[in-house]
């Protein structure tokens, strides 16, 4: 029996502990983004003089311009993101109020935090509304499956399409891509901050190469005099 017991502690502590560490890991870096955020945001001049400093001179204008851009874009994203948190909440609440499902408003404003997190968070989110849809019986369960799948839908194919309106055009292949590698980098993090960043790093791409603003290196001088020289 000591035995049975010991092995069986020793079962639960491989998973109870790295689940543990995972959580902190999670709540720890959600603390450190928040605090990071609050004081960007107090001062944000200092830190893009700070940029600006490091670029020289005769370029500073150009970064001016890329970093006020990058700006207004992750300014739509946080507001779009926001918009949807929001709305999903209240439509999820609703939805859980009229199935009589228990817990409905704690679960509404879990799907709306949640909403936050890119591809996984509403997929963690619906798992609690459907096993408190179990607990009466599985026929509720499945409209609780099929409220998240409707809800979710229309977020992605009505809400985000009208609230973004061309502003933040990602190309959904790379936008996957992003989201993969930087989950698998740095975790659940990465993959709350991979949207944002890939905005960031197109508008830049855009703005300092698609309009020419960096010369191609790949021509020689005495090529480009020839090129530019008349006839």
Aim: aromatic share 8%; with cysteine; proline share 6%.
């Amino acid at each position: 029996m000591k035995d049975r017991i010991g092995n069986g502690f020793g079962g639960a502590t491989r998973y109870v502990f790295p689940f543990i560490h995972s959580t902190i890991e999670v709540i720890t870096g959600l603390l450190i983004i928040t605090f990071l955020s609050i004081y960007i945001a107090v001062d944000p001049g200092m830190y893009r003089r700070g940029i600006l400093l490091l670029i020289p001179p005769n370029r500073r204008g150009r970064a001016r311009d890329v970093l006020a851009a990058i700006s207004a874009v992750l300014r739509r994203w946080l507001v779009t993101q926001l918009i949807a948190m929001v709305t999903l909440g209240v439509i999820t609440t609703v939805a859980l109020l009229l199935l009589h499902v228990k817990a409905a408003f704690a679960l509404g404003l879990l799907s709306g935090l949640f909403e936050f997190i890119p591809t996984v968070g509403p997929i963690i989110s619906s798992l609690p509304a459907i096993a408190m849809g179990f607990l009466d019986s599985p026929e509720k369960a499945l409209w609780v499956t099929l409220v998240y799948l409707g809800v979710h839908f229309m977020e992605s194919h009505l809400l985000i399409p009208l609230l973004m309106k061309g502003n933040m055009d990602l190309p959904p292949a790379l936008t996957i891509v992003t989201q993969a590698l930087m989950a698998l980098l740095f975790g659940l993090l990465g993959l709350m901050c991979a949207v944002p960043l890939l905005a960031a790093t197109v508008v830049a791409v855009k703005l300092l190469y698609v309009q020419g603003d960096v010369p191609d290196t790949t021509i020689r001088p005495h090529t480009r005099r020839h090129m530019t020289a008349g006839p």
